[in-house]
């Protein structure tokens, strides 16, 4: 009986130890871990003292990790699980905070309170910038580390609106970026010093919404290194080299007679037959060049409105003159509209070039004109900046009009020509052979004439030109045909009809001229006999 009493005794107390083990942690963590207290019960009073010792111990580490936690953002990594307020990783098989788990059973881990961001964000257009500090996603997604968000601010990883240049290309000013600040933000000329540059200018472009800076660079540094840079200043919401365009077209000669009527366009794109039906009449049409002779006999009246984006005065060039010229001439010379309103923007300087935020300002400024047509017959590199006025004047229904290039066939695609929302016009001669210095490609519409064509020059003068500078004219004007005949055309329309109606030439690639070579005449008529091209598109999105 006695042994019975012990035996019940016994197992009594090793109950007792089990249960009453998690209660010391339970009060160690209530009472801050400080309890000096024991429980014992007979024969396992030493076994629970030493595994008192051990849980005091195990709660006075989990109850500072605890706190620590309680102070920052867990981050959790590649290289483990480490405190926020140290960069060593925590110890395999340690718990992630207190709690009465087993040694080794580390809970799933908790959900950020803030989002991450993508590393793909890194890549920005087609040119990837490689963001500072990789940057964590957000729960769920790949792993990576959960930055705080004071963090991230100071990291200012790679954004959208950053396009420094791509590898190889020089088509820009050395030392110069274009900038656009985030809204609301003060204190230009301290950002600038900032980052080493000056402010040059600025220039509000009410269309898009946006005010851009042109910065110079004072150290030298190269454009796509500050534009990286720039990149991590929240201030800063854009930045990208200012890009150069060159007039496509070769240097004009004055003729030896003025008045010559050797203007072979006007049977090649059947003008006598289209002027039966239209003429252009007050259709807005801006002309993005260097400078016009407004004074020209022959353009008398052709000229609505004038912007000098380049400031200094607008001097009469040859380009800007004969662009107008092929048109809307209507004096000694015949222009395939003679009677649009043409916008003159001088973009384009006395060399020929214009940059990224000369045109970008012409076009903002015809495109709050009202303008229907915007020819641009220029070329150069893709820019960002310029794209987003063409995709604003897609949605505005204004058909855009570029010159291929006269880079060669091996060159890559010019733009704006090359752009999706443009019409590429490549240039012919007289015998409907290409012009062979045009630039080749499958975005490539169709073909004009723009070889030895007889147009105004300055100072009353005439002179011959060729290149697909002035083919790009050529087919604003017949586009400004189509417009008078049917106002409802979108530019989807307009160049549906334009490649529809173009004339099949023998032994040329599609790559070469496109659908072919424009028929003004046939092009009208098309419009006119078919009333489902008359219905305005939806507009692109």
Excluded at 81 to 110: L, Q, W
Excluded at 177 to 182: E, R
Excluded at 209 to 214: A, L, P, V, Y
Excluded at 390 to 404: D, E, K
């Amino acid at each position: 009986m006695t042994r019975k009493i012990w035996l019940v005794l016994a197992v009594l107390a090793a109950f007792g130890a089990i249960v009453l083990e998690p209660s010391i942690a339970s009060a160690a963590r209530g009472s801050g871990g400080g309890s000096s207290h024991g429980f014992s019960a007979g024969t396992v009073r030493a076994n629970s003292s030493r595994s008192t010792l051990a849980t005091r111990r195990t709660v006075r580490r989990d109850l500072g990790r605890t706190s620590r936690q309680h102070r920052s953002v867990s981050v959790s990594g590649k290289r483990g699980p480490t405190d926020a307020s140290s960069t060593k990783p925590r110890e395999p098989g340690s718990r992630v905070g207190g709690g009465d788990g087993k040694p080794g059973d580390n809970p799933p881990p908790r959900r950020p309170r803030g989002p991450g961001l993508d590393p793909g964000l890194g890549v920005i257009g087609t040119t990837p910038i490689t963001p500072v500090t990789p940057i964590g996603n957000i729960a769920g997604g790949p792993a990576g580390p959960i930055i705080p968000a004071r963090a991230v601010a100071q990291q200012a990883p790679a954004r959208v609106g950053f396009f420094p240049p791509p590898p190889g290309e020089t088509r820009y000013v050395s030392n110069e970026v274009v900038v656009d600040l985030a809204p609301r933000i003060r204190g230009l000329n301290e950002i600038a010093r900032r980052h080493r540059l000056t402010h040059l200018e600025s220039h509000r472009l009410p269309v898009t919404g946006r005010t851009i800076q042109r910065w110079r660079i004072n150290d030298g540094r190269p454009v796509s290194t500050v534009i990286r840079s720039l990149a991590r200043d929240v201030r800063i919401a854009g930045a990208q080299p200012n890009y150069l365009f060159r007039l496509e077209a070769e240097d004009g000669a004055v003729a030896a007679e003025e008045g010559d009527p050797a203007q072979y366009m006007v049977a090649k794109l059947h003008l006598p037959a289209a002027h039966q039906l239209a003429t252009g009449n007050n259709v807005l049409v801006a002309v993005i060049d260097s400078g016009i002779d407004a004074a020209h006999p022959d353009l008398a009246g052709a000229i609505a409105a004038r912007l000098d984006a380049l400031g200094g005065g607008q001097d009469p060039h040859f380009h800007g003159t004969a662009m107008a010229g092929a048109i809307a001439a209507r004096g000694r010379l015949i222009g395939v509209a003679p009677r649009v309103r043409l916008l003159a923007v001088r973009a384009m300087n006395a060399s020929g070039e214009g940059t990224s935020v000369s045109i970008a300002t012409g076009l903002d400024w015809a495109i709050g004109r009202g303008a229907r047509i915007i020819n641009m017959s220029f070329a150069g590199a893709h820019d960002p900046l310029l794209e987003q006025h063409f995709a604003v004047a897609r949605r505005r229904h204004i058909v855009l009009v570029a010159a291929a290039g006269n880079a060669g066939p091996q060159s890559a695609p010019l733009y704006p020509a090359a752009d999706p929302n443009v019409i590429a016009v490549t240039a012919t001669d007289a015998t409907d052979q290409l012009f062979a210095p045009a630039n080749r490609g499958r975005h490539i519409a169709l073909a004009a004439p723009g070889v030895d064509i007889l147009v105004p020059a300055p100072n009353a003068s005439v002179q011959l030109i060729s290149g697909t500078s002035i083919a790009a004219a050529h087919v604003s004007g017949v586009a400004a045909l189509l417009i008078e005949r049917s106002p409802g055309l979108s530019p989807q329309d307009v160049l549906r009809v334009l490649t529809g109606t173009a004339a099949k030439l023998e032994a040329a690639k599609p790559e070469d001229t496109g659908a072919g070579l424009a028929d003004a005449y046939g092009a009208i008529n098309s419009a006119r006999q078919a009333p489902i091209v008359q219905v305005s598109s939806p507009p692109a999105r």
